[in-house]
């Protein structure tokens, strides 16, 4: 964990000449870092696929971080007590900020339900780059839908500390997206990517 491993004094940050401003002027467009949060359920994947495949399109250049994926390999290491769900999110919080810069789309779509850690990740970016969605969909909803049966284990007993069951979510309180159930049903993918891909457009992040 972050906390066990001891600050050096002798390691400096060596700049490069082409920077974040020439990335960004080479790819046409700004980088940023839309992170998707809600319950398992939710529909966080397969916003994050459906808006990666409409910035393709748009000859855009985005990138999917799954919670999922990633804990097959970068944080595979990692359980779901609460110090590691902390360094889960810490860890993808700043390989987003490193495709971010890098003049990429970065699309994180992860439960993180922990307020303290996201506004952690939305302090390593600047200039209004982290664009908080928030799929409010209700747990009777995701639960419904349980499409990997974890909530039916969790309800067993067979899973503990899942999110929503017997672990909290903390809602965002200034997420600049929030998507939410209309009359006890999830927007269509194609309709929630619509509203994301707007808000880029609008805030110049697909342009130079």
């Not at 985005?62 to 390999?73: K, M, P, T």
């Not at 302090?123 to 969909?137: K, Q, R």
Request: aromatic share 6%; net charge neutral; charged share 25%.
């Amino acid at each position: 964990m972050s906390s066990t491993v001891p600050k050096v004094s002798n390691i400096f940050w060596h700049d490069c000449a082409v920077g974040q401003a020439d990335r960004q002027k080479l790819l046409k467009q700004k980088g940023c870092v839309v992170w998707i949060t809600g319950l398992s359920g939710s529909g966080k994947s397969t916003l994050a696929c459906t808006l990666g495949r409409e910035l393709h399109t748009r000859g855009k250049l985005a990138y999917v971080l799954d919670g999922d994926n990633l804990r097959h390999g970068l944080n595979k290491d990692l359980g779901f007590k609460a110090e590691d769900r902390a360094e889960n999110i810490r860890r993808v919080g700043e390989v987003a900020k490193l495709f971010a810069d890098a003049g990429l789309v970065c699309i994180a779509s992860l439960i993180s339900p922990y307020r303290r850690d996201r506004e952690s990740c939305r302090a390593l970016l600047s200039d209004g780059s982290f664009i908080e969605v928030f799929l409010n969909m209700s747990l009777e909803l995701c639960e419904s839908r349980d499409p990997k049966g974890l909530y039916k284990l969790a309800r067993a007993g067979k899973i503990k500390g899942f999110t929503g069951i017997d672990d909290p979510y903390e809602p965002p309180l200034n997420c600049e997206i929030e998507i939410k159930e209309v009359d006890g049903v999830c927007p269509s993918p194609s309709d929630m990517a619509g509203q994301v891909v707007t808000y880029l457009e609008e805030r110049g992040f697909l342009h130079e």
